[in-house]
């Protein structure tokens, strides 16, 4: 049973940054797609990044230049790197995961089956 548990989120400041992990058990990394999305009330959940088993990474358009992914094999982590903050980038944030890599590109929720709990991360203005 894969189990996904995110950290690092809280309240910070426009413009400011804020690391998020992901800390995964029963996982390959070798042959998983991670990602993360966020979702705000009354919305869908939308891709944020993603990184896959050759470490090719994608970014939504929105965070693109500003958030960065990368996994650490050792410590069976995935991390975000949120940079430049923005009141828009306020939401919960999830930790995804599922097996290939051939769909990890496209940032779709759908891909995806197992799921962390989230972690908030709140953006003032």
């Known amino acids: 049973q894969v189990t996904l548990a995110e950290s690092g989120g809280g309240s910070v400041e426009a413009g400011g940054s804020l690391r998020l992990s992901c800390a995964a058990s029963?996982?390959?990394?070798?042959?998983?797609?991670m990602a993360w999305f966020r979702q705000v009330p009354g919305k869908e959940r939308e891709g944020v990044a993603s990184i896959d088993n050759y470490g090719n990474t994608h970014y939504g358009d929105a965070v693109k230049g500003r958030f960065s992914i990368s996994r650490d094999i050792g410590r069976n982590t995935l991390d975000l790197q949120l940079d430049s903050l923005q009141a828009e980038d306020s939401a919960m944030y999830y930790c995804a995961a599922d097996r290939g890599t051939y769909y990890c590109y496209a940032l779709n929720r759908h891909d995806f089956n197992y799921w962390g709990q989230g972690t908030q991360v709140t953006v003032s203005s």
């Open positions: 029963q996982i390959t990394y070798g042959s998983y797609c």
